[in-house]
């Protein structure tokens, strides 16, 4: 990556050259974003995980655009086409769009109406033509061309083919394409309707069957939805501006005068623009705002993601996990407080007396017989009529009865992961390891599955999906990382997410475990087959051993700076733990004393700070919601009630909210506060406690209105004017069902819940 790269890195994000410089060195060296943020700060300037993985990210598009440069530059000199003038240009072009514009009438393609005329030997006749003189006489131009032979059969036919060249040229000419490019970003419509006939299969979509939506202001969600609609086959999308801009924003460039030349320049573009630019300019704006959506989508889902892995653990709890059930009943499991399985149950919660009474001795004699201090109810089908029964009994000690989403967790006991952790159990009790596992460390257990499994993103099967297992495996990295892992309880999936280790290693370290008992010291990490020095130095400070006989190795400090915490004990005197231990000793350490060239005041400010909580979870604390009594099953649910919730997905659109009926519903972005909120995730995050209001109920469709709007605020009138709906994420007519109160059949009466949802 040049100088020149690194500046204008460093201009698009408001930093130094040296800071980019920095962190794209180590990167080549092959450090860790994690590592980078953590242990590398002198270097970059003290930037932090966000900022190092942009410059990542943006260095990364800038050696695409670069390869591809190469490619066209070696296709032109291939084929005899490079000239300095036509390098100069291939060279200034900034974007992938600004370089395939400049090479675009260079560029191999197949036989077109204007390679064809030019066969024919009309391109002089253009020529002409496009120079657009007013003493031209075209008709005549044209008659010298009839050629029966070349297949120019009139005068007409002569003149066809010659706008058929200018055509093209109009559709290849750089500065048209800009232009129009820009028209279409600024100008262009979504227009939708639904194909005829796919009415009733495509029930789903009506609310897109007749719609018109700015291609600036279209929510990211809705463009998902249009795009998959019209890849089922049940809409008809088209992406156009109003064609008389377009027309005369060609015209202006093209056409000279009114003279009987330009006027066949005038045909010549007007057919050039509908034939061909507004085809390839329609496919570069869906291009472009899929990819819009695709980025916001996957903030969206990544940013939840985030929320949910770094989920408030129960901690190394004795557990009782429930996989609740009703025709097969609910499997019960037990598990230590590592997590290892202690003995599996089956469980009957509905029929007769008897076996609700049977029931309830065994769990009684579960929590007794292995002295259980919580219970996980998985949150599924019949989960709130399990938890009730368990709260019901008489449970030694007031154990805590917890429901946990057990979003994945059926997919985690049909995994390759289960079956390799649990060969001989039925996967109905893995599923019920899952859940103990997950309330006792969801980190640690939600590593196991895929993350689009759990259920917390916005459609996310239609965006591209490479970025999206960037995006989401850099938020598991940052949040495994983050929290850091104790070695000798790891999983393989765990470790493998340890910044420098991946798949091989985590299985080397678990193979070494197995074989020589558990770790007692980082040093011994060194051991492990091909953990070489540079995966040393990138994991070590992330990876905890708590009993280890130098305290360090339980904390964040790196092994490289356990020097410096050396010499501040020396210093005064005592040792390493008691610096741990002593506030009163942290007090008189003077950290300007121990600055070198490579060690700085920001890390000694971390280690200080790591001193003080060693190997501390950054996680908050656990708190268990409690959902209303009596209210289980959605046709419990009226109008009018307030309900405490939890919030289990946030969206472009608004937050879906548990509030125990196993179903979630919708809280729109428009009655998420009393004020105008444009994202939900300033207002909401997942797994957050909330209180809402039911706004309606749709049985039919097994739907939820939700409202966090204060109940007794009087809400401001509905504009009518057209500039009331500037900003709204509503297609117009919706927007005019919201100013006239008309519901659309089958609808909430909240105008904004006629959306499409979550699509899992």
């Keep these: 990556m040049n100088e020149l790269h690194a500046q204008r890195i460093a201009n698009e994000l408001a930093l130094t050259p040296g800071q980019v410089e920095a962190v794209l060195r180590l990167l080549q060296e092959g450090a860790t974003v994690p590592f980078i943020a953590r242990y590398r700060k002198e270097a970059t300037g003290t930037l932090d995980e966000v900022q190092v993985t942009a410059v990542r990210d943006r260095a990364a598009r800038l050696e695409e655009l670069g390869k591809r440069r190469e490619a066209v530059l070696k296709s032109l000199t291939e084929r005899e086409l490079l000239t300095d003038e036509l390098k100069a240009g291939i060279q200034a072009a900034e974007t992938l769009a600004e370089l395939e514009d400049v090479y675009l009438p260079f560029r191999p393609k197949r036989r077109t109406r204007g390679t064809a005329a030019r066969e024919r030997g009309l391109e002089p006749l253009a020529i002409l033509l496009f120079e657009q003189d007013p003493s031209t006489d075209p008709e005549a131009a044209a008659r010298a061309c009839v050629d029966q032979e070349k297949g120019v059969e009139s005068e007409e036919d002569a003149l066809a083919g010659a706008r058929d060249i200018v055509a093209e040229w109009v559709n290849e000419n750089s500065a048209a394409r800009e232009r129009m490019r820009k028209l279409f970003a600024a100008e262009g419509v979504f227009q939708v309707k639904v194909v005829p006939g796919m009415e009733e299969k495509g029930a789903k979509y009506r609310d897109y069957f007749d719609i018109e939506e700015p291609v600036a202001s279209a929510p990211s969600h809705r463009v998902l939805a249009m795009r998959r609609g019209a890849r089922e086959g049940i809409l008809d999308l088209r992406v156009t501006p109003p064609e008389d801009k377009a027309l005369a924003l060609l015209e202006a460039l093209f056409v000279k005068g009114e003279g009987p030349a330009s006027e066949q320049v005038r045909d010549a573009v007007h057919d050039g623009y509908r034939r061909l630019l507004s085809h390839a300019m329609e496919t570069e704006i869906r291009v472009e705002t899929k990819k819009s959506a695709d980025e916001h989508a996957i903030r969206v889902f990544a940013g939840n993601l985030r929320e949910l892995l770094l989920s408030p653990p129960l901690g190394r709890k004795r557990v009782l996990a429930v996989d609740p059930g009703i025709r097969t009943g609910c499997k019960a499991v037990c598990l230590d407080r590592q997590g290892e399985l202690l003995a599996t149950e089956t469980v009957f919660l509905v029929g007769s007396g008897a076996g609700k009474a049977r029931a309830a001795e065994v769990v009684q004699s579960l929590c007794r017989e292995h002295r259980v201090e919580a219970v996980a109810v998985g949150n599924g089908t019949g989960g709130r009529e399990t938890e009730a029964f368990i709260r019901g009994l008489d449970l030694p000690g007031n154990i805590p009865v917890i429901l946990v989403n057990e979003s994945g967790a059926s997919i985690y006991s049909a995994s390759d992961v289960a079956r390799k952790e649990f060969p001989d159990l039925d996967l109905t009790y893995r599923g019920a390891v899952s859940i103990g596992r997950r309330l006792m460390d969801p980190l640690a257990e939600l590593v196991k599955i895929d993350p689009k499994s759990i259920g917390v993103g916005q459609y996310q099967h239609d965006v591209n999906q490479t970025a999206l297992k ?251 004017s057209a500039a009331a709906n500037k900003g709204s994420t509503l297609p117009k007519k919706a927007y005019a069902r919201q100013k006239t109160g008309e519901k659309r059949p089958g609808a909430f009466n909240n105008p904004f819940a006629d959306v499409l949802g979550n699509d899992d």
Excluded at 507 to 533: A, C, D, M, T
Excluded at 643 to 660: C, E, I, Q, R, S
């Design 470 to 720: 960037r995006s989401l495996d850099d938020v598991v990295v940052s949040c495994v990382n983050a929290v850091g892992v104790e070695v000798n309880t790891a999983s393989e999936q765990l470790l493998s997410y340890v910044s420098g280790l991946g798949p091989q290693l985590a299985s080397n370290i678990l193979s070494y475990r197995g074989e020589k008992g558990p770790f007692h010291s980082r040093r011994q990490l060194k051991e492990v087959s091909r953990l070489g020095p540079k995966a040393f130095e990138q994991a070590a400070g992330f990876l905890r051993i708590g009993e280890a006989q130098n305290p360090l190795d339980g904390s964040a400090v790196h092994p490289e700076s356990y020097g410096v915490v050396e010499a501040m004990a020396l210093d005064l005197d005592c040792s390493v733990r008691d610096l741990m231990e002593r506030e009163d000793l942290r007090r008189k350490i003077r950290l300007t004393d121990y600055v070198t060239e490579t060690v700085g005041l920001p890390t000694l400010n971390d280690i200080l700070e790591e001193l003080a909580k060693p190997g501390r979870d950054p996680r908050e604390r656990l708190e268990a919601v409690s959902f209303r009594e009596g209210i289980q099953k959605i046709g419990d649910l009226t109008p009018g009630m307030t309900l405490p919730g939890v919030v289990t997905n946030v969206t472009a659109f608004g937050a879906f909210v548990d509030v125990g009926v196993h179903q979630d519903g919708l809280v729109h972005v428009s009655q998420l506060a009393d004020r105008f909120v444009k994202d939900p995730a300033e207002v909401v995050s997942l797994n957050q406690r909330v209180t809402v209001r039911v706004l309606d109920v749709d049985l039919a469709r097994n739907r939820i209105s939700l409202s966090m709007r204060s109940g007794g605020k009087r809400q401001k009138p509905l504009e009518t």
